[in-house]
């Protein structure tokens, strides 16, 4: 009998505690890779712990901020990550997907250059094997329902054909540039306005006579005003200093953090209106559509924190 040599089993380690340290090395978080991998935070660190004995070598560092890779440890993690994306993309093929997963998001611009523009290169990161495309639009454009995935909408979170997540609440203060008002002359009493020109969005008409109300000023004529039919136009116009903008707190956050705006008030317009990521109901479980929600409210969350 010709006796047959079989090939040497591969030095492979067991598969869920890899996929658990590449989720904890892309996020930097045991808790974001539980809440990925739809498992607890015991179950990363025991898993990442079981990786680390079979390998022999630590793959973190424990700091008092949280986790960091060891240098060793970078590129092995970067391997994977490659390695899951490929195993996905051809996953893909068989069963009969060409293209690779993407996602159209449409939005207003000011969500966009307020809020999405700057932090799209995490979800990128979190999610390489997801292409993006971004349309910039109002509720009044029209777009085809199957050429966009998922939309940002401004209201009370109830759309009879679409299932909505809400984001935020709508938080309305006037805000200026520094080179318009001293910031430290805040608070300003309401009057201060009678001198200034009053930059208004066509689009929310009522921002700024529901704020004046809210502030006892509901009879109060501004000396001048300016028009503008998109929001983040109007928060440009109040950078240059043009005039005192309704600042929408969530859109103006990296602007007033920078000091190119500040809320000259202490009052603030809350309302029960709010913005909804919205999508067609039998879509919710869709990879890209599911990736991209939970990101997303995982943003607002540390906004709160």
Not at 65 to 78: M, Q
Not at 178 to 189: E, F, H, T, V
Not at 193 to 217: C, F, I, S, V, Y
Request: net charge neutral.
């Amino acid at each position: 009998m010709t006796k047959v040599v079989g090939r040497t089993p591969r030095r492979v380690p067991p598969l869920n505690p890899l996929r658990a340290f590449e989720a904890a090395a892309r996020h930097q978080s045991f808790t974001h890779a539980a809440d990925e991998l739809c498992v607890t935070q015991g179950a990363i660190s025991r898993s990442v712990k079981a990786l680390e004995d079979y390998l022999g070598s630590p793959l973190f560092e424990r700091t008092g901020h949280g986790i960091v890779l060891t240098d060793r440890s970078k590129k092995f993690a970067r391997a994977l990550t490659d390695v899951f994306v490929k195993i996905e993309e051809e996953t893909e093929k068989l069963v009969g997907v060409r293209a690779p997963a993407s996602l159209t998001v449409r939005a207003y611009t000011s969500f966009l250059i307020g809020f999405l523009m700057p932090r799209l290169a995490d979800f990128q990161l979190h999610h390489p094997h997801i292409k993006v495309r971004v349309v910039a639009a109002t509720d009044q454009t029209e777009v085809n329902r199957e050429q966009v995935d998922v939309r940002i909408r401004y209201g009370h979170g109830k759309w009879s054909d679409l299932e909505s997540v809400f984001l935020f609440h709508d938080e309305l203060t006037p805000v200026c540039s520094p080179n318009l008002l001293p910031p430290s002359g805040r608070p300003y009493p309401v009057d201060i306005l009678k001198n200034q020109t009053l930059l208004r969005t066509e689009l929310r008409p009522n921002d700024w006579p529901e704020w004046l109300a809210a502030a006892g000023a509901a009879d109060f004529v501004p000396r001048d005003n300016l028009h503008f039919d998109e929001l983040s136009v109007t928060f440009q116009a109040a950078i240059a200093g043009i005039g005192v903008a309704m600042g929408q707190r969530v859109y103006v956050r990296d602007d007033i953090s920078s000091g190119r705006l500040f809320e000259p008030f202490d009052r603030v317009l809350n309302r029960d209106l709010g913005y909804y990521l919205v999508y067609p109901p039998e879509r919710r479980e869709a990879r890209p559509i599911a990736a991209f929600r939970e990101w997303l409210v995982h943003q607002f969350e540390e906004l709160e924190n």
